[in-house]
């Protein structure tokens, strides 16, 4: 079946840092990527996607890109702010009715 | 536009006590999610609908546990007799899924801010 891995958190970083949180598939088919952030008491957003292979999806400086070679979607940004601090979830779903498979989720800290 | 809505927030409850939670999707969407998240588990998902109808419920955890779908803008997630482990953030979402036979989207979800329950 269908599975998303991600990097145990919490991960904790100074503001300015540079931010990696590495997410891993395994999937049939051709599914799309998504990296979803909640942040403290409300619902999961959408940040980004990406429905095909070497497809690069960015929002609000982070990015990530669909590795089919490495079944990979690592969520990365250059400078982290205080403001970033949530939970960061990566899915992976298939156009049509299926629900979205999430990883276990991975808390940012970022300090002042 | 609106986004999905959830009611009620909050709800704080005595065992024992039948607790109904409810859901308006995105004008539009025909599919329609439930999941529920705790410290433990994580995000889980526990039924989902299409055009209304199920399509999975094997994330139902018992039969305490019943969801419909009575048509495209409503749906309910009803525990009856509830028990402190119910306590979690139950999330409704929906997407675009299917027009006819044809899939449509890119399978995003749109999440309800969800309802926070607690049962004492």
């Known amino acids: 079946g269908n599975s998303v891995t991600q990097m145990e958190g919490p991960v904790t970083l100074s503001e300015e840092a540079f931010l990696t949180i590495n997410c891993t598939y395994t999937?049939?088919?051709?599914?799309?990527l998504f990296w979803y952030v909640q942040y403290p008491g409300e619902g999961l957003q959408l940040l980004l996607k990406a429905t095909k292979a070497d497809d690069k999806g960015s929002n609000k400086g982070f990015e990530a890109t669909y590795r089919k070679e490495t079944t990979s979607f690592h969520l990365e940004k250059g400078s982290v702010q205080v403001s970033d601090s949530a939970v960061y979830f990566c899915?992976?779903?298939?156009?049509?009715?299926?629900?979205?498979?999430f990883g276990s989720g991975t808390r940012l800290q970022v300090q002042p | 536009d609106a986004g999905v809505i959830q009611s009620p927030r909050h709800e704080v409850t005595e065992m024992g006590q039948e607790v109904t939670l409810r859901c308006k999707p995105i004008s539009g969407h025909n599919s329609l999610f439930w999941y529920r998240q705790t410290m433990m588990r994580g995000l889980e998902l526990l039924i989902y609908f299409n055009n209304n109808v199920p399509i999975d419920d094997s994330g139902m955890p018992e039969d305490r546990f019943s969801a419909k779908m009575p048509n495209a803008s409503f749906s309910t997630l009803k525990i009856q007799p509830s028990e402190p482990r119910d306590s979690a953030v139950y999330f409704c979402?929906?997407?675009?899924?299917?027009?006819?036979?044809?899939?449509?989207?890119?399978?995003?979800?749109?999440f309800g801010e969800g309802s926070r329950l607690t049962v004492l």
């Open positions: 979402a929906s997407s675009s899924g299917t027009s006819g036979r044809i899939a449509t989207g890119t399978g995003e979800l749109f």
């Open positions: 899915a992976l779903g298939y156009t049509g009715r299926r629900a979205l498979t």
């Open positions: 999937a049939t088919g051709y599914p799309s």
